[in-house]
Nanobody
Framework: QVQLVESGGGLVQAGGSLRLSCAAS????????IAWFRQAPGKEREFVAA????????YFADSVKGRFTISRDNAKNTVYLQMNSLKPEDTAVYYC?????????????????WGRGTQVTVSS
């Protein structure tokens, strides 16, 4: 069973940047597809970005396209979410999720393994 731990969240001013990390305990991490979701207070969890096991398939939500990038370092069992040009509406708890076979990467139901999340707050 994969255990995921997010880090890198914090408070940043609008226009700033943060890099989130998702570290996995599983040695077979390189075979998992990984995604980032976020959830703001009172809202449903929403898709942010996803990356396939070998990094060749990458998906972004329209709201973050051009501002966020996703990458993975399988040697370190870690996936990164680089967030630039942050906006107050990016404020949320960010979760990483993993699964071996992902048909619909933008859906929460596609992932069985989840981290506990890291808070990102963007001030205006």
């Amino acid at each position: 069973q994969v255990q995921l731990v997010e880090s890198g969240g914090g408070l940043v001013q609008a226009g700033g940047s943060l890099r989130l990390s998702c570290a996995a305990s599983e040695s077979t991490f390189s075979t998992y597809a990984i995604a980032w979701f976020r959830q703001a207070p009172g809202k449903e969890r929403e898709f942010v970005a996803a990356i396939g096991w070998n990094g060749t398939r990458i998906y972004f939500a329209d709201s973050v396209k051009g501002r966020f990038t996703i990458s993975r370092d399988n040697a370190k069992n870690t996936v990164y979410l680089q967030m630039n040009s942050l906006k107050p509406e990016d404020t949320a708890v960010y979760y990483c999720a993993a699964d071996l076979v992902v048909i619909k990467p933008r859906q929460t139901a596609s992932y069985d393994y989840w981290g506990r999340g890291t808070q990102v707050t963007v001030s205006s």
